[in-house]
């Protein structure tokens, strides 16, 4: 019993659970051959209560579909990050646009619905396995 | 030669006090339990009695889907419930982050015993009170993700066949080997309804029912120890 116990502790405390520590490169399709695509929303990032998080969230709209693009971020480290578009600091209301890929670079987020930005106003670094707040951009 | 072909019949009453564990995709169980049992019949092969389980129950991240029985099945007829179509236009789903619930049940033990030293059985919590830790979880609910920032475990337990149940409730299949007199080891398949309910995000079922309790039915194998008095 105690064995079993323990083995199950181990198995939920491994890394797997961790964002990789890398940085990623990229870009938006034709984003090297044109110039002309620009954020329909942005905002820096701020450090939430449980992490710290820099860099910059972009919202794009690209042959008719959203992208979020987190660009020269650094995010710490922690377990079961996940990205989201929120309609609240603290989500309640929110998309998940699923895990974080890494933990520093530039990235993309494919966005499957059509959000009014209006209301999801926020791009959120968030621990959702402890719901702690990492960091938030303000989407304008 | 002659003692042995002729074997005293196994004692009226089997009493023991059990350990066991169990282990599943992300979650697990502990349980500790006193069982009371009468053997049956002539030469006493059948047993049946009563429990008292103590079951701890821990995962991370796992589904709890919609729990009360008319919303998840097509019929709430005791029993047939159990072999009902299943109505997952209903279903929502509750993620649980760290779910931990800790029961106490009384419970009701079947055996059979296959000689001296084999027996199988099967056991379930009838009724009983839970407790445990709340614990964060993301609802999604026709494509809609919310936050449920404290979702816990209801406190009263009650069989009631299948998706009618309440609360979390424990069973077993096992298949047990007697060491000596005293000692047993157990060889456990486990299922195991576990519930949590909301409190601040709620599922509108599409008959406008307001939903707040989720159920995930766990499976899991794993061992046990016995002593028996």
Same mark, same amino acid.
């Given at each position: 019993?105690?064995v ?11 890394k797997n ?13 034709g984003a090297d ?14 450090n ?24 020269n971020v ?8 996940h990205?989201? +578009?929120?309609?609240?600091?603290q ?14 670079g530039?990235?993309?987020y ?13 791009a +959120? ?7 702690h +707040?990492?960091?938030?951009?303000? +989407?304008? | ?7 005293s ?5 089997n ?5 066991a ?10 349980a ?8 049956l019949?002539k030469?006493?092969?059948w047993?049946a ?5 103590y079951?701890?129950?821990f995962?991370?991240?796992k ?7 008319r919303l ?5 007829t $005791? ?12 279903w ?6 760290? $779910?931990f ?5 009384? !419970?009701?033990?079947f ?7 084999? !027996? ?9 009170f839970?407790?445990?830790r709340?614990s !964060?979880a ?15 475990? $209801? ?8 998706d009618?149940?309440?609360g979390?409730l424990?069973s077993?299949f ?5 060491l000596?007199?005293r ?16 409190s ?17 039915k ?5 061992a046990g ?5």
């Amino acid at each position: 019993m105690v064995v079993c116990a323990g083995a199950f502790a181990v198995a939920g405390c491994t890394k797997n659970n961790a964002t990789p520590d890398a940085r990623l490169n990229e870009m938006l399709p034709g984003a090297d051959t044109s110039s002309n695509i620009t954020a329909k929303y942005m905002g820096n990032f701020g450090n939430g209560p449980f992490g710290s998080v820099t860099g910059a969230a972009k919202i794009y709209l690209v042959n008719g579909q959203y992208t979020l693009a987190l660009e020269n971020v650094a995010i710490s480290n922690g377990p079961d990050l996940h990205v989201y +578009l929120s309609k609240e600091l603290q989500p309640v209301n929110f998309i998940d646009l699923g895990k974080l890929k890494a933990t520093g670079g530039n990235q993309l987020y494919t966005i499957a619905s059509m959000p009014d930005f209006t209301l999801y106003k926020y791009a +959120l670094i968030h621990c959702q396995q402890y719901n702690h +707040l990492f960091g938030s951009a303000a +989407l304008k | 030669m002659a003692a042995s072909a002729q074997q005293s019949p196994l004692p009226h009453i089997n009493q023991f006090a059990d350990g066991a564990g169990t282990i599943g995709s992300s979650e697990g169980s502990v349980a500790a339990s006193y069982v009371h049992n009468w053997r049956l019949g002539k030469k006493r092969k059948w047993e049946a009695g009563l429990g008292l389980r103590y079951t701890g129950y821990f995962g991370t991240k796992k589904d709890f889907r919609t729990a009360p029985g008319r919303l998840a099945r097509s019929t709430t007829t $005791p029993f047939i419930i159990v072999f009902a179509g299943q109505k997952t236009e209903n279903w929502d789903t509750l993620t649980v982050q760290r $779910p931990f619930i800790n029961s106490v049940n009384l !419970s009701v033990n079947f055996g059979y015993n296959f000689n001296s030293k084999w !027996s199988g059985g099967f056991n379930i919590d009838l009724i009983g009170f839970s407790f445990g830790r709340k614990s !964060s979880a993301v609802l999604t609910s026709n494509g809609i993700t919310r936050t449920e920032p404290a979702a816990s475990t $209801p406190a009263f337990n009650v069989l009631l066949t299948g998706d009618n149940d309440y609360g979390s409730l424990n069973s077993e299949f096992f298949l047990k080997y007697k060491l000596n007199d005293r000692w047993g080891i157990r060889a456990i398949y486990q299922f195991y309804f576990a519930e949590y309910t909301t409190s601040t995000v709620k599922q509108t079922a599409p008959d406008g029912t307001i939903v707040n309790r989720f159920r995930n039915k766990a499976n899991t194998y794993g061992a046990g120890i016995a002593y028996h008095f």
